[in-house]
């Protein structure tokens, strides 16, 4: 295995999983940087002699458009578990999850323009992309065929990515979301994948019309937010859940106008026809079909859980009634500035549960059995310490 802790200056420590297990532990490695010609500023320096000319090679903490951060707080997606588990395959040891990543910066490169040492700044699931695709030039730096994720990613200098449960990160000043004074670090800190990953499907497929009926399946990191943005568009909303003991709260607290348990075929039944859009967050194999039946025609099922295993697809309710399913993946860096500034106009944050690193394992163990209200939040910026 490579030595991870050597190979860069910019040191870094953080906890990674080392196999499939998902099992995360204390974690010293470094973070990319890139190389500028005749700044000696700082970190090692190498002379070479190229054409006549003395080159004084710099190793640079930063790159001209890069952002260094200290990391404050950092969500846990279910996304982590399957990058710590390779449960979808693709994973490359050791994993360093986290991409709802909160901090302060603490250095910018020479042609930074957005950000400034000091100020608060969000990094979520997107780290980088080719900037010149169809989709980067459409904002859609999410769907380009170049990106790089915060976590797991081979990077353009060929270096993995290391995601935010880690002291420090850097990232290029265009993946770097500005954050607004009055949101805070910690409940703010899944807006960057949970909230933009269900904000971003409720505007595309125009399921944010008042009055419009919404239902939001599965109430964990991603449902409930998706809860509180559709109510803030002006949308009634039903949550459908498996568990019948997040219905008080659904309701009295999240502001939800009704709620369905999805294992209650009566009350499915009771609903059939009344929704224009569903937004589907479940992170388990499950059957589409009692979800299709509640839409009405034209309504659309959008999915943005992602499953280990395969759904199957009823067609009839797809064709009778021009029923549309579809799917979306998290968001562009310019509609997730948007969705930032709009969340603290409206006040919208998350339910979070802030843990100590040291809890990580037990956080994973209790998001498999949905047993969190609604996400956890890691506070890496006071428990995470080189002795944890
Ligand atoms: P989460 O907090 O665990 O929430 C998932 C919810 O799904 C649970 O709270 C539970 O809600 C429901 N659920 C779980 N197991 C179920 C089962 N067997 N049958 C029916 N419902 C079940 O997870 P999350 O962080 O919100 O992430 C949700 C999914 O979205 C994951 O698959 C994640 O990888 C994916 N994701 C996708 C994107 C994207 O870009 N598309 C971004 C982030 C995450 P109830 O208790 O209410 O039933
Ligand atoms: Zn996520």
């Avoid at 693709?90 to 986290?98: M, N």
């Avoid at 998290?330 to 500035?337: I, L, R, S």
């Amino acid at each position: 295995m490579a030595n991870f802790a050597d190979e860069h200056p910019v040191k870094a420590f953080g906890w990674a999983a080392r196999d499939t297990s998902g099992h995360l532990s204390p974690f010293n490695f470094s973070r990319r940087y890139s190389f500028s010609f005749f700044t000696i500023q700082r970190q090692q320096q190498h002379v070479y002699i190229f054409n006549q000319h003395l080159l004084v090679l710099v190793e640079r903490a930063t790159g001209e458009k890069d952002v260094r951060i200290k990391v404050l707080y950092c969500g846990i997606c279910h996304t982590d578990i399957q990058n710590a588990t390779n449960g979808w395959g693709g994973s490359t040891y050791p994993v360093v999850p986290g991409h709802e990543v909160v901090g302060e910066v603490t250095e910018v490169g020479s042609k930074v323009e957005k950000v400034k040492a000091g100020d608060k700044v969000g990094v979520g699931y997107i780290l980088g992309s080719c900037r010149s695709c169809d989709d980067c030039s459409s904002d859609l730096e999410s769907y380009c065929p170049q990106q790089k994720l915060t976590c797991g990613s081979v990077y353009y200098d060929g270096t993995l990515t290391f995601g935010g449960y880690s002291d420090t990160l850097v990232a290029d000043e265009h993946f770097v979301i500005r954050w607004p004074e009055n949101l805070p670090l910690d409940a703010g800190a899944p807006l960057l994948c949970a909230g933009i990953t269900t904000y971003s499907p409720l505007k595309h497929f125009g399921l944010d019309k008042p009055g419009m009926h919404i239902g939001v399946v599965g109430l964990g990191g991603l449902g409930h937010v998706a809860v509180k943005f559709a109510k803030a568009f002006g949308t009634k909303v039903t949550v459908i859940s498996t568990s019948l003991a997040k219905k008080q709260e659904a309701i009295e607290h999240l502001g939800a106008d009704s709620f369905l348990v999805s294992r209650n075929p009566e009350e499915m039944q009771a609903a059939a026809g009344t929704m224009d859009g569903i937004l589907d967050t479940v992170s388990a194999a499950h059957p589409l079909l009692p979800l299709l039946m509640l839409l009405k025609s034209h309504g659309k099922l959008v999915l943005v859980g992602v499953p280990t295993k395969a759904l199957e697809l009823p067609v009839y309710p797809l064709v009778q009634g021009r029923r549309v399913i579809g799917g979306s993946g998290t968001g562009g860096m310019k509609e997730t500035q948007e969705m930032i500034d709009f969340a603290a106009e409206n006040n919208i944050v998350a339910d979070v549960e802030v843990v100590p690193m040291e809890y990580v394992n037990t956080a994973y163990e209790r998001l498999e059995k949905a047993d969190v209200r609604y996400r956890f939040v890691l506070d890496i910026g006071n428990t995470l310490t080189k002795s944890a």
